[in-house]
């Protein structure tokens, strides 16, 4: 007979889930820096690598919070995210599109990732799990933060030097 799973096994299915995710998005970081031209973006993926790794560690202590050992659950969505973010690198040659390219797959990362940590912090706010929601809220604010340097330099620089790039 299966057992029923309630709101605290969501809770850690999701932790583990993120966890994989933040760990796969710290090997992806390099990468991207590397692989753009622009400077404020790759100094955008280096800062948020050392970022990643903070919010890596801060998982781990929500995990401990709850009693539990820190380990991830394969994330499909991070994988399709970070499969995208390859194929713009290796699809568009080095500049202006390229960069373009990897702002907005990193959007999307980031937009992952507030909608896993914005449940998260829900369910651990309905469990009474105050630490976890301390923990969580810090993380969700940098991604928060992380999104609208994205958008800003998309939306003042990357696009408009994709589309010269283009003509």
């Known amino acids: 007979m299966a057992t029923t799973k309630g709101l605290n096994d969501l809770l850690l299915n999701f932790m583990q889930d993120i966890y994989y995710a933040e760990r796969?998005?710290?090997?992806?970081?390099?990468?991207?820096?590397?692989?753009?031209?622009?400077?404020?973006?790759?100094?955008?993926?280096?800062?948020?690598?050392?970022?990643?790794?903070?919010?890596?560690?801060?998982?781990?202590?929500?995990?401990?919070?709850?009693?539990?050992?820190?380990?991830?659950?394969?994330?499909?969505?991070?994988?399709?995210?970070?499969e995208e973010t390859e194929e713009v690198i290796e699809e568009y040659p080095e500049g202006s599109v390229r960069d373009a390219g990897l702002a907005a797959c990193a959007q999307a990362v980031e937009h992952y990732e507030m909608a896993r940590y914005g449940a998260l912090i829900a369910w651990a706010k309905t469990l009474g799990q105050?630490?976890?929601?301390?923990?969580?809220?810090?993380t969700l604010a940098e991604e928060k933060k992380a999104d609208t340097l994205l958008n800003q330099l998309a939306s003042k620089d990357l696009n408009q030097a994709a589309l010269k790039q283009a003509a």
């Open 24 to 82: 796969q998005i710290l090997k992806a970081l390099p990468k991207m820096a590397k692989a753009s031209t622009n400077p404020q973006l790759k100094e955008a993926f280096v800062h948020h690598r050392e970022e990643t790794q903070v919010q890596v560690e801060r998982l781990q202590k929500a995990f401990e919070s709850l009693g539990k050992r820190a380990r991830g659950v394969t994330c499909e969505a991070i994988n399709g995210l970070v």
């Open 130 to 138: 105050k630490e976890v929601v301390s923990l969580l809220e810090e």
